[in-house]
């Protein structure tokens, strides 16, 4: 049972630059969150999805795209990287039951230069 | 909008002695869960401790407690006996039973423990 896995674990964009931020989780958990922590700061809503096929924006969403096209998978893209995306993201995910705590993939750290 | 705020940006302890982290919510919602999350250098998110808002006794983990006050919408963290592995951020989060359940956290407080 891998959990949330999230690649790559690193990267360094160019300004301009696209990408997409991988994330896959093993448990069938219907709901699965996009998060950004600029350094020393707490985690900010970025994208969030309830379900396959259904996705809404968070606290922070200009700039990135989701797609929910499985329950597993839920990728972040960045078009037209900005230095102000410079950041860690962290998907996670849980199940739909009061109080379940989140569970959360080991972050991408992102340096748009 | 649920928002947290944590007033104490950094935050020091002598090892094996108590430290409190505060936090602050504010909700309209009368059913709700509170987190708090340990994230060492790894950048590992880890559960410390939940808090049922309908429960009145406070939460209890080990050397982990809460002092949670409802009506003063105030969810502390008390760290006993600090251990050198407790030095990480901190964060309080917020979880509705509503909707989406999305997880507010709040800004974080850095732990330091000195030997």
């Known amino acids: 049972n891998a959990g949330v896995t999230q690649t790559p674990k690193f990267r360094i964009l160019k300004i301009g630059q696209s990408m997409t931020l991988q994330c896959t989780q093993d448990?069938?958990?219907?709901?699965m969150y996009w998060y950004r922590q600029d350094p020393g700061m707490g985690l900010k809503l970025i994208y969030y999805?309830?379900?396959?096929?259904?996705?809404d924006k968070g606290e922070v969403p200009n700039g990135y795209n989701v797609s929910r096209s499985t329950t597993e998978d839920f990728p972040l893209r960045l078009e037209l990287a900005a230095p102000s995306q410079t950041s860690v993201y962290f998907c996670?995910?849980?199940?739909?039951?009061?109080?379940?705590?989140?569970?959360f993939g080991s972050g991408t750290q992102l340096s748009v230069l | 909008a649920q928002t947290v705020t944590q007033s104490q940006p950094e935050m020091s302890v002598q090892e094996a002695e108590t430290v409190t982290l505060s936090c602050t919510y504010d909700?309209?919602?009368?059913?709700?869960?509170l987190f708090w999350y340990k994230q060492p250098p790894s950048r590992q998110m880890i559960l410390v401790i939940r808090q049922e808002a309908y429960k009145q006794q406070n939460a209890t983990e080990n050397r982990f407690s809460v002092n949670f006050q409802k009506a003063a919408k105030s969810f502390s963290l008390k760290i006993s006996d600090s251990q050198l592995g407790d030095a990480a951020m901190y964060f309080c989060?917020?979880?509705?039973?509503?909707?989406?359940?999305?997880?507010?956290f709040g800004q974080g407080t850095r732990l330091t423990i000195n030997p």
């Open positions: 909700t309209s919602e009368s059913d709700y869960y």
């Open positions: 999805s309830v379900g396959a096929g259904i996705t």
């Open positions: 996670a995910s849980t199940v739909r039951r009061d109080g379940e705590k989140l569970f």
């Open positions: 989060a917020y979880r509705g039973i509503q909707g989406a359940q999305k997880l507010v």
């Open positions: 448990m069938n958990h219907n709901y």
